[in-house]
Structures are given as C-alpha cells and as structure tokens.
C-alpha cells in the first residue's frame, strides 16, 4: 500500500460518520496532510451544511500550512453554487498545492468540472487512488446518478421452511420471525437509506410504523404502492413521526422512475413477497439482506425466489443472515 491508498483508506473511514444524514448528498470524506502526517480531518455534515472539504480546512488554525499540504478526498471536489460554495473554490483560495481524489463525481454539475477547475488554477491533481473501494463507497450516489434510480436494497426475513409469514393470522400485526437483535438491525439499516418501501397488502396485514425506533438516526421516507387509493389516514404510515409518500404505479421500473423523480438515492424495500419478486423479476436490485429465523411454518407464504451471489453469511444469536449481490447490477 502506498502513501496515497493510506490516506484514501482513512478518508473512506471517517466518510462513514456521515451516513444517513448527508442524504441525498453523498457521503465523503476528507484528510488534509502536511509534513506526511494528518493534519485535520473532515466529513460531510448533514444536508445543507458543510462538505468534506470544508470541515476539514476550517479545523486548521494556522491556514499557511495548507500551502505546503496535501488535500486527500473520495469523490471529485464541487465546482458548482448548491447548498454551500464550491469546495474547489476554497481549495484555490488557501493554495493547496495538491489534490488527490478516490474517484470522479457523475452528477453532470460536476462530472469532471471540480478537477478542471483545480489545474487551471495551478492544482496538482491526482486522480483513481482507491478508486474500486471509493464508488463502491459511493454506491448510492453513484447509481442515482448512473443508472437515473435509488440503489435498491432488499430485506425479508423467512423461516427455516421457506415461509415468510403463515397461512392464517390471528390479527392485524406483525408474525416475528426473528430475533430482537436481527429486529434492531433491521431499525439500523432504515437510519441508513434514504427511503423505506412496502406494498399494500404488508400494511393492510401488519400495520407497520416503518420508523427507526430500536437505533438512533433519521427517518426514512415512507414509500407505499397502492396504486387503487385503498388505504385510509388511520394507517400508522400516514402518522407525523416521519414523510409518507404513496405511489400508485404497478411496475418496478416506474417505480424507480418516479422515486428518482424525487430525487430518493436509495431505498430499503421491506416487503412482501409480491412487491420483492417484482423488483427480482424486473432485475432492479443491487443488494439483498435475507435473514432465516429458527422457526417454521410448514405453510404460508412462500419467500421470493432470487438469483444472487452470497458476499456474507453470519449469525445473529439463533437467526442467520445472509447478504446477496446482484451480479448484474453497477453503478460505476
């Protein structure tokens, strides 16, 4: 591993501070070197606040050092007026002398235009140090921008027969499969996305919250398919604890279409099995998170049938999770 790859690694590292606040922003992070060790460090603030860059240089005192120092950062700096100034700006301002980048930035505002910027100012630029682990990194912001849709998530929870939840129920509510520990991780991931989706019938039948209460983070957008105005406002999806939003197309794509409308950048898609297979079918997934709990059914309804490649497997007490990647699915 050289110099560079050292200080992209740490910059990949601190990004994550910034994960599920920065939405739809993505979130980068920043390491300004001096003398070859660190000097400050930054990541994105939440949304509408500072970027990587920005945090990093104003937790500098003696700003003069910045003219002998090395800025380091995962995605391409901003040349462009959003919610704060152009980072570029502020790196020419200071005279950093050097700039290295993990990977370039597709949104057409920037896609090239931040580097541009920085060699016309006399900025050495190094670019694609760690560029694999950066976009993947960047991975929902990369296939918002890519690919004109959320990075798609897919989650369910099955018994160890196959079945995701029984024949007959006795009420509206949820039928727990898993463990509490695999529950929490599950309010975890919701903090994490952008958005969280369901079909009709899953709210019709468990009345769900969709809301991050067992972890500590923001709400996701609640995303609903109900394309025939069934549901009523006494829901718990339709409470003031977090942003609702129903959708009435029936197809996979167009719901992609109309939530990157919307400018959602990823989304954790919870069920049921119809709304899941419909995403598998229509090959509009990236990753998929199953977890099989120690209980069976022996009937019911069956789980969605998906074509994946496993990239993890572990326990969580009594339950198995098990994580999938689409193999056909990039956002590079």
């Known amino acids: 591993m050289n110099i560079h790859e050292k200080y992209i690694n ?52 003696n700003k003069d050092l910045l003219k002998h120092s090395t800025l380091y950062v995962t995605l391409e700096p901003c040349s462009h007026y959003g919610k704060t100034p152009p980072c570029t700006d502020l790196i020419i301002h200071y005279g950093i002398p050097k700039v290295v980048i993990g990977c370039l930035d597709k949104d057409p505002k920037v896609s090239g235009k931040g580097v541009k910027k920085l060699i016309e100012a006399g900025c050495q630029v190094v670019v694609g140090i760690n560029e694999e682990s950066c976009k993947n990194h960047h991975k929902r912001f990369l296939t918002f921008h890519n690919n004109k849709r959320p990075y798609i998530i897919l989650k369910w929870a099955e018994t160890k027969d196959g079945f995701v939840a029984p024949k007959l129920r006795k009420g509206q509510g949820p039928v727990w499969i898993t463990n509490k520990f695999s529950r929490q991780f599950v309010h975890k991931w919701r903090s994490e996305e952008h958005a969280i989706l369901v079909g009709l ?112 497997e572990e326990k969580i007490i009594t339950d198995t999770l098990k994580i999938f990647k689409n193999d056909s699915s990039h956002y590079i």
Not at 285 to 303: L, M, Q, T
Request: proline share 3%; with cysteine; net charge negative.
């Open 10 to 61: 740490r910059c990949i590292e601190i990004a994550k501070n910034g994960l599920g606040s920065t939405r739809p922003n993505p979130m980068v992070g920043c390491v300004i070197v001096y003398d070859n060790s660190i000097l400050s460090e930054g990541f994105t603030s939440a949304y509408g606040g500072n970027h990587a860059e920005v945090n990093a240089i104003n937790a500098i005192a």
């Open 201 to 312: 019938n899953t709210v019709l039948q468990d009345n769900p919250s969709l809301t991050v209460r067992d972890w500590s983070g923001e709400q996701p957008i609640r995303i609903i398919l109900d394309k025939k105005n069934v549901l009523s406002n006494n829901f718990k999806v339709f409470d003031t604890s977090a942003k609702t939003l129903v959708l009435k197309e029936d197809t996979a794509q167009a719901i992609c279409d109309k939530l990157f409308e919307n400018n959602i950048n990823s989304i954790l898609i919870e069920g049921g099995t119809k709304s899941l297979q419909m995403f598998i079918d229509a090959n509009l997934w990236d990753e998929a998170r199953v977890f099989i709990g120690d209980v069976s059914f022996e009937n019911g309804v069956k789980a969605p049938k998906l074509s994946g490649t496993l990239i993890t």
